[in-house]
C-alpha cells in the first residue's frame, strides 16, 4: 500500500506541477530560465545524496551513452516540455503526455528489435489516433496552441528514447548513480543552449513574488527531486509495469488540479480548455496504451496460472 502511496504522490506532483508551472511562466520566469534552475537545484541535491550513500565510478566506455541520455532524458524533454506547456493548456499536456508508453514500444522496435504483436499494432494506432486529433484540435480555446502540443509531443518523444537508451545503463549501475550523470549531463546541455543563460541574466530576480519562489522550489526539491527518490521507493515493492500504469491518472489529476486551483484563486483559469472532445481523445489514448501494455502482463498471469 505504501508503494502505491507513492506512486500515486509522484503522478500527482506531476500533474500539479503542469497547472502551477504554466502560471509562474506567465510572469517573469521564462521557459529556458526554469529549465535551468531545474537542472541546477536537481544536480546539486542528487550529488549530495550519491557522495553520502553510493561510492561507485562509471566507467569510461558508458561515458557517451550517460551523455546521450542527458540530452535525451533532460535537455530536449525539458526545453520541449516547458516552452510547449507555456504555449498550450495544462490539460492537453497531461493529455498528450500518455501517449510516452506507446512511443517506447515503438522504439524498442526500431533500436533493441523488440517484438511489436498484433494487440500492441492495434493499440499504437489507436493511442496514436487520439494523439493526433487532439493536437489537430489545438486552439480550440484561448489557452491551446498547435505548435505547444506539437512540442510537447517531442517532450514525451524524446523522454520515450531516453527510457530505451538508459536500459542497459540500469543494468550496470544504481539508479542514482545514472540519474545523477544523466541530469549533469543535461544540465551542461541547457547551460549551452544560448537561450538558457540569456533569460537568466535578463531576468528582474526582485519581481518575482514568494509564491512564484516557492513554485521554483517546488519543480526542483518535488516534482524533480522527490519524485525519483519516491519512483525507486515504489519499485522495490510493485514492476516498472505498474508503476508506468500511474501516468494513466495524469490527466485526470491535472483537470482536478485545474478546476480547484482556479477556485482557490491560486493560479488563472483555465478550466475553458476542458471539453467533452478532449476527454473522448484521452480515452482513445488510454485504450491505446492498455493494449499496447497489457499483453506481457497477461502473459504473466497466464504463465504463473499453469501447473
Excluded at 42 to 59: D, G
Excluded at 72 to 82: D, E, I, T, Y
Excluded at 221 to 241: C, D, E
Aim: net charge positive; proline share 3%; glycine share 8%.
Amino acid at each position: 500500500m505504501k508503494a502505491h502511496l507513492a506512486l500515486f504522490l509522484v503522478n500527482a506532483l506531476y500533474g500539479a506541477n503542469h497547472v502551477v508551472a504554466k502560471d509562474v511562466m506567465a510572469g517573469e520566469m521564462e521557459p529556458n530560465a526554469f529549465i535551468f534552475f531545474r537542472a541546477t537545484g536537481a544536480v546539486l541535491l542528487f550529488w549530495l545524496v550519491k557522495s553520502i550513500f553510493i561510492r561507485e565510478k562509471v566507467a569510461r566506455k558508458d561515458i557517451f551513452l550517460m551523455a546521450l541520455c542527458g540530452l535525451f532524458g533532460v535537455a530536449l524533454n525539458q526545453l520541449f516540455f516547458f516552452n510547449g506547456l507555456n504555449m498550450t493548456s495544462s490539460i492537453n499536456t497531461g493529455i498528450i503526455m500518455t501517449v510516452n508508453p506507446i512511443l517506447v514500444v515503438i522504439l524498442s522496435y526500431l533500436i533493441l528489435k523488440e517484438k511489436i504483436t498484433w494487440r500492441k499494432s492495434v493499440g499504437i494506432l489507436i493511442g496514436a489516433t487520439g494523439a493526433v486529433l487532439l493536437t489537430l484540435t489545438g486552439a480550440a480555446s484561448a489557452t491551446d496552441s498547435v505548435l505547444g502540443d506539437v512540442f510537447i509531443f517531442i517532450n514525451a518523444a524524446s523522454y520515450a528514447m531516453y527510457l530505451v537508451l538508459v536500459k542497459p545503463l540500469m543494468a550496470r549501475y544504481k539508479p542514482l548513480t545514472v540519474i545523477t550523470y544523466v541530469f549533469t549531463f543535461g544540465l551542461c546541455y541547457v547551460a549551452l543552449y544560448p537561450p538558457s543563460l540569456m533569460e537568466v541574466s535578463q531576468m528582474d530576480f526582485s519581481a518575482i513574488s514568494g509564491s512564484e519562489w516557492g513554485v521554483i522550489v517546488y519543480v526542483i526539491v518535488g516534482v524533480t527531486f522527490l519524485t525519483y527518490l519516491l519512483t525507486v521507493y515504489g519499485l522495490k515493492y510493485v514492476s516498472p509495469a505498474v508503476s508506468s500504469a500511474y501516468i494513466y491518472l495524469q490527466p485526470v489529476l491535472v483537470m482536478l488540479f485545474t478546476v480547484a486551483f482556479s477556485a482557490l484563486g491560486w493560479t488563472e483559469d483555465y478550466t475553458d480548455s476542458i471539453t467533452l472532445e478532449k476527454i473522448g481523445y484521452m480515452f482513445m489514448i488510454f485504450v491505446g496504451v492498455f493494449l499496447t501494455g497489457s499483453g506481457a502482463f497477461l502473459k504473466r498471469r497466464k504463465a504463473k496460472a499453469k501447473p
